[in-house]
């Protein structure tokens, strides 16, 4: 089975700095994945880590820990527009395109 | 860039009525392409592969012969929810990814919403 945790929601204010956990139990592991979500729309992709350590990409930047089932998303220098909801993902061991989500994480950022 | 189109956005139908949704791949050749459904404030939960020439793999708790699904092109995949009920309504998306070449990432659809009165 697969079994992904995030914290349901979260507010930060406006120019600070905000990390999003996410821990996993999955019987394969292929991959972490963050995806942005604005209400109603589809997801888009953010990052991706398949080996241990922080992958920096502009504002956005994720870490992750295989050995103890954890990754994070930290955004930086947060904007309005950064209010989405942030998904977890963990990719299939045997299957490249398949993907199972965590619940996600509604980010309010405020003025 | 690679872009994955799904139609119509918005669909009312009544109960016990049948409804399609399409997924289309429009300038990439997608062999799988995959469904979710997503319900309010929660997450994306896979509902199906969708396998080009071949039948449908449905995860667990999935009704196959309520959602059907037919990829008959390289580049169209369709999911028909039949004899709807009320609790379908929900936000469905498909994703495809175009290849190994295009790296990581896979695409979405915009996302199709359900209501069924």
């Known amino acids: 089975g697969q079994n992904i945790d995030q914290p349901t929601e979260m507010t930060a204010t406006e120019g600070a700095i905000v990390q999003i956990n996410c821990t996993y139990q999955?019987?394969?592991?292929?991959?972490l994945f963050w995806y942005q979500q604005h209400a109603g729309e589809a997801p888009t992709f953010l990052s991706y880590?398949?080996?241990?350590g922080l992958e920096e990409k502009g504002r956005f930047s994720s870490f992750l820990s295989r050995s103890k089932g954890y990754s994070y998303l930290l955004l930086k220098e947060l904007q309005m527009k950064d209010s989405a909801s942030y998904l977890c993902?963990?990719?299939?061991?045997?299957?490249?395109?398949?993907?199972?989500f965590g619940s996600g994480t509604k980010l309010n950022v405020k003025p | 860039g690679a872009v994955v189109s799904q139609h119509p956005s918005r669909v009312i139908c009544k109960s016990g009525t049948s409804v399609k949704i399409e997924c289309r791949s429009l300038?990439?050749?997608?062999?799988?392409m995959f469904w979710y459904r997503q319900f309010p404030k929660q997450s994306l939960m896979l509902m199906a592969t969708?396998?080009?020439?071949?039948?449908?793999?449905?995860e667990q708790g999935v009704e196959k012969d309520k959602f059907l699904i037919n990829h008959a092109s390289l580049t169209l995949s369709t999911l028909t929810v039949t004899s709807a009920h009320p609790e379908d309504s929900s936000f469905y998306i498909c994703?495809?990814?175009?290849?190994?070449?295009?790296?990581?990432?896979?695409?979405f659809g915009e996302g199709s919403w359900l209501t069924v009165v």
């Open positions: 880590n398949v080996l241990d």
């Open positions: 994703s495809a990814r175009p290849g190994p070449s295009s790296g990581n990432t896979i695409y």
């Open positions: 993902a963990v990719r299939d061991l045997y299957n490249f395109n398949k993907f199972y």
């Open positions: 300038d990439f050749q997608a062999t799988t």
């Open positions: 999955t019987s394969g592991f292929n991959g």
């Open positions: 969708s396998n080009e020439g071949s039948k449908a793999t449905y």
